[in-house]
């Protein structure tokens, strides 16, 4: 073997090992001792076996873009294995805009139906002007109701939860229609009575 391969081989053994040799005060030219004992008390130079992925592992280290972007991509997996806790909202939250006459009716039908509710004012922008509307929770197995109810008069208007937020989405009467219509025939053919 010569000089030259244990390096070849993973072999991490410092510098030029002339020049190490010159270092510890040997002439030039001079070979290294043959103990590797003497050469680390003599001159603190200590030969260590290093494996590739430990040279990877080192430069990969040492690359601050590496390590940046290292950081980055921790931080958004944390962030999609927290995601309950830093965004809580689900998909299936159905928000229904009701446009009545009466609340109390609206509240009478849920309490002769038995459905437990939670009920509290809502703040909504209507037309430019801020208004606190009655609002009704309900919970369900398969989905969050949120059941805001409106006068009849506001339907002309833009309603809005902030006054220069974005309005909300309106469902086209006959989109819902054309919903209710294909849910109520697969319901009808699962369930014949």
């Known amino acids: 073997m010569t000089e030259r391969e244990p390096r070849a081989a993973g ?3 410092g510098p030029d090992p002339a020049a190490a040799a010159t270092a510890a005060g040997a002439p030039i030219g001079s070979a290294l001792p043959a103990q590797p004992t003497e050469l680390v008390y003599e001159s603190g130079l200590e030969l260590q076996a290093r494996s590739q992925w430990a040279f990877a ?10 390590m940046a972007s290292l950081v980055v991509l921790l931080t958004v997996f944390a962030l999609g294995a927290f995601a309950n806790l830093v965004a809580p909202y689900s998909y ?8 009545t006459d009466s609340v109390k009716d609206v509240e009478m039908f849920l309490l002769n139906r038995q459905i437990r509710y939670r009920s509290r004012e809502r703040r909504v922008y209507i037309g430019g002007e801020a208004r606190s509307v009655p609002n009704f929770s ?8 949120d059941i805001t109810v409106f006068a ?10 902030t006054a220069e937020g974005k309005p909300f989405d309106r469902a086209r009467i006959d989109w819902l229609d054309s ?9 009808a053919a699962a369930n014949p009575l």
């Open 179 to 187: 919903v209710l219509e294909s849910a109520g025939t697969a319901g």
């Open 57 to 66: 592992r080192r430069r990969f280290f040492r690359h601050r873009l590496a």
């Open 92 to 99: 299936s939250d159905i928000n229904i805009h009701l446009f």
């Open 152 to 161: 009849p008069r506001d339907r002309r208007y833009q309603l809005r939860t």
């Open 138 to 145: 309900v919970s369900t197995d398969d989905a969050d109701f």
């Open 11 to 13: 072999l991490a053994i």
